[in-house]
């Protein structure tokens, strides 16, 4: 397993991280801590996590759900703390089963770091997280019809300056020990960056972003400031919420799927798509490749990339995917994948 580093915080990362967002709802908390062990049994040293989570669907039933099961695991292997990192966020704007979907501000802070303490049952968090910008995203599809408008750019700065102040009393406190961004842009990351160095404050070590061979929006102005400002990204969706694995081509929908739950996939079902998908299977196929294992062998090779963030709804489908850490794709493969993104550029 390659480590790296986890912006200049002098923490280093697997270059896989397990997703949990299935933990609690796909996934029960018996096999949740099953993946746990098989994980850092590999070599795999990160785990991401959220205070909305699980997912598929989001319901106030269940918020915190997956923390609280990662808690768990927690107190029944206190020794086995230190032998990992453990990345969670902070919901924002929007999200009205948490905190009545108040913004991230320096008020709401210490109480989501607080909550996330206690059902994750330790006393740090590694990397915390601001899962939304407050002004809005062009992530999630949102790039067909984003705007950069409706915020004042002084009030944006300010707010971002009042949260820095709040992070660095939760660094004071031991409450964290390094702060990332997920599903940002160039701008927003650079004005964290900006005023953190201006301020003396925590740095952004990291930026939590969709990446995957059908999501490429990272690879220009995102990648340029990653690789110059050692903000790694953190991609999610690195199979494509399964697209990726061909399990989806031909009209299938297995049972207890993602798209069994989710018929559009978050906007990433379309015809376009399962052509394009069917191209990478194409690669993989000539070169006696698992499709699974290709494109989180391929995002392992951006040079921008911290780790690739991925789910296993079972136990076996981890399995799988730990039985590939070792792949390294061909210069012939890598240049056979650089076409087909050229001739089915973002088809979602």
């Known amino acids: 397993m390659e480590m790296k580093p986890l912006g200049r915080t002098g923490i280093m990362v697997s270059d896989l991280c397990l997703g949990t967002m299935t933990f609690g709802s796909q996934t029960s908390e018996a096999d949740a801590h099953t993946q746990m062990d098989l994980a850092l049994a590999a070599g795999i040293n990160f785990v991401d996590a959220a205070?909305?989570?699980?997912?598929?669907p989001i319901a106030k039933e269940t918020i915190g759900r997956t923390e609280e099961i990662l808690g768990n695991w927690n107190a029944a292997n206190a020794a086995r703390r230190g032998d990992y990192v453990l990345a969670t966020k902070h919901s924002g704007e929007g999200l009205r089963f948490v905190r009545d979907g108040a913004p991230i501000t320096a008020q709401t802070i210490p109480e989501a770091i607080e909550g996330s303490l206690k059902r994750l049952k330790t006393d740090y968090i590694d990397l915390y997280q601001f899962h939304w910008p407050n002004r809005g995203s062009y992530m999630f599809r949102q790039n067909w019809t984003f705007s950069p408008k409706g915020?004042?750019?002084?009030?944006?700065?300010?707010?971002?300056?009042?949260?820095l102040e709040a992070l660095q009393v939760q660094v004071d406190k031991g409450n964290i020990r390094a702060f990332g961004l997920s599903n940002e842009s160039a701008w927003g990351t650079a004005q964290w960056l900006r005023l953190a160095e201006q301020m003396g404050a925590p740095r952004v070590a990291s930026v939590q972003n969709e990446y995957s061979l059908l999501c490429r929006l990272f690879d220009t102005d995102m990648a340029e400031l990653s690789v110059h400002e050692d903000v790694g990204l953190m991609a999610f969706s690195p199979l494509g919420t399964g697209l990726l694995t061909g399990k989806y081509q031909g009209g299938a929908i297995p049972e207890a799927s993602r798209m069994s739950l989710s018929p559009e996939l978050g906007g990433r079902k379309s015809e376009r798509v399962f052509d394009a998908v069917d191209v990478y299977l194409q690669i993989a196929a000539r070169h006696g490749l698992d499709p699974t294992l290709m494109a989180l062998a391929w995002c392992r090779t951006r040079p921008f990339m911290m780790s690739a963030i991925f789910g296993a709804t079972t136990?076996?489908?981890?399995?799988?995917?730990?039985?590939?850490?070792?792949?390294?794709?061909?210069?012939?493969v890598l240049a056979e994948i650089e076409a087909a993104h050229k001739a089915h550029p973002m088809p979602y």
Do not use: F, K, W
Request: net charge negative; glycine share 2%; charged share 25%.
């Open 51 to 56: 205070e909305m989570y699980p997912v598929n």
């Open 151 to 163: 915020h004042n750019t002084d009030e944006v700065l300010e707010n971002m300056q009042e949260c």
């Open 315 to 332: 136990v076996a489908q981890l399995e799988h995917i730990l039985s590939g850490v070792d792949l390294r794709l061909s210069d012939e």
